[in-house]
């Protein structure tokens, strides 16, 4: 179940957090936009502005509705002048019922579970990478306990099956599940060609059942792909999965790059998670907003027989939502032409 839910930022918000002047409004915005089911907070802002991450800088709370921070569908975002300078508000529309739903309307309140108010971006992309993906040192990699066999000398174990690995003190007294993991590429800055670190590829979950000297034995309750001897047993992280995030400009200058795409392909495009080389040590935050450019192209000068470099171009925006030391996880969220690894990342104005 989606748990997820939007709240604009708080005090931030409740005037404007910047002078307005610098924010554009989109050429043939609407002045109502009523919002739909699987709208985002991006859509919405979208539809008004230019640079969408600057929706904080137009939002004024209207101080006669419950819980004005909350945008469900139904809802009207309208357009208004405030001493002469735009800014955007909310008008509660009719009740917007999903199956399942319970919802109660007074006339002054609404009472409906959290999962119909909109989120900020489509959750459904980055679900697992919020949870199970990791990125870790080799060191702690190669100190995590291994995978020794499967029931019956096999090989290749799925779901239900049972495993063996090698024994390590507490793993009886644990209630959490174990992660499967196999590590993954290493991610390398490819200017200063420092180990930033490894992906731990998820693969699955297992639950401890027994040991015996220094060999225990789990049974694998969730796979992702297949499991094999080799493969790392992690304790599954006990930490609050960050689902509600308020897109925004840095508050610092960023300049990074794309070091990995998670789909395989190697054109990235429109909701593909990507890996950055920036991470918390570079004051990287959830909700972050960069812009991606495309490196330009050096061609030779057919007449002066000179070699001469294109310009960079932008070519999409992304979205920070998870961060590890050296290295952040983002979304991409719009993508005017292919992307790729290599292609770099700054602040978007």
């Known amino acids: 179940m989606m748990k997820s839910f939007l709240r604009l930022a708080g005090g931030c918000l409740l005037g404007i957090a910047m002078q307005v002047s610098a924010v554009e409004l989109k050429p043939g915005h609407p002045d109502v936009y009523p919002v739909k089911q699987g709208d985002t907070l991006w859509d919405i802002s979208n539809a008004f502005l230019s640079d969408p991450w600057l929706w904080p800088e137009l939002w004024h ?131 200063t060609k420092e180990l930033l670190g490894f992906a731990a590829l998820d693969l699955g979950l297992a639950r401890f059942e027994s040991s015996e000297d220094e060999v225990a034995r789990f049974k694998i309750t969730n796979s992702n792909e297949d499991i094999r001897p080799n493969d790392r047993l992690i304790p599954t992280e006990e930490r609050k999965v960050d689902s509600v995030f308020y897109p925004k400009s840095p508050d610092m200058e960023v300049n990074g790059e794309i070091l990995h795409v998670f789909s395989g392909v190697r054109n990235v495009s429109q909701y593909d998670v990507v890996v950055l080389n920036r991470g918390d040590r570079d004051g990287m935050s959830i909700g972050d907003v960069l812009a991606v450019h495309t490196k ?54």
């Open 61 to 191: 709370v209207n101080p006669q509705i419950n819980n004005p921070h909350l945008i469900y569908p139904g809802d009207l975002i309208k357009l208004v002048y405030v001493n002469g300078k735009p800014g955007l508000t909310v008008e509660r529309g009719p009740m917007v019922f999903k199956k399942g739903d319970t919802v109660k309307l007074t006339p002054q309140v609404r009472s409906e579970p959290l999962k119909s108010v909109i989120p900020a971006i489509p959750l459904e992309h980055i679900q697992s990478f919020l949870k199970n993906n990791r990125v870790m040192t080799e060191e702690e990699i190669d100190a995590s306990p291994y995978i020794l066999s499967g029931d019956e000398d096999h090989i290749v174990m799925g779901l239900g099956d049972y495993m063996y690995a090698r024994y390590q003190p507490g793993w009886e007294d644990a209630q959490q599940a174990y992660g499967v993991y196999r590590k993954g590429p290493a991610y390398i800055d490819p200017e």
């Open 296 to 349: 330009g192209s050096i061609v030779k000068d057919r007449i002066t027989k000179e070699l001469v470099k294109l310009p960079d171009e932008r070519r999409g925006i992304l979205m920070v939502f998870r961060t590890f030391e050296k290295v952040s996880y983002g979304l991409i969220l719009r993508a005017e032409a292919p992307l790729k690894v290599g292609d770099f990342v700054k602040n978007p104005t």
